[in-house]
Nanobody
């Protein structure tokens, strides 16, 4: 059974930082075609934030480029998202996803950024 569990969310003031973690069981992240962070703000569709593919190539959407950093610790089988210079528009539920044949999702962690 595959499980992805996110943690590290919380409330922070604009300009602050948070580091999200996603720990997997039942799959090995470094063997996945892609692992990624998505987010969904209230009333909006889920959107991609950042990803790492099996070759180690990272991608960042324009709205987080230069502020967020994705990383993968293979030994811990954990995906991270370091979020700096947070903005109120970054408020959302953040989800971890892994493509290993099907796409698996975590349940999300809430990030709230206040002005």
């Amino acid at each position: 059974q595959v499980q992805l569990v996110e943690s590290g969310g919380g409330s922070v003031q604009a300009g602050g930082s948070l580091k999200l973690s996603c720990t997997a069981s039942g799959i090995v992240f470094r063997w996945c075609g892609m692992v990624a962070w998505y987010r969904q703000a209230p009333g909006k569709e889920r959107e991609l934030v950042s990803s790492i593919n099996s070759g180690g190539t990272t991608t960042y959407e324009d709205y987080v480029k230069g502020r967020f950093t994705i990383s993968l610790d293979g030994a811990k089988n954990t995906l991270y998202l370091q979020m700096n210079s947070l903005k109120t528009e970054d408020t959302a539920v953040y989800y971890c996803a892994a493509r290993a044949g099907p796409i698996y999702w975590g349940r999300g962690t809430q990030v709230t950024v206040s002005s």
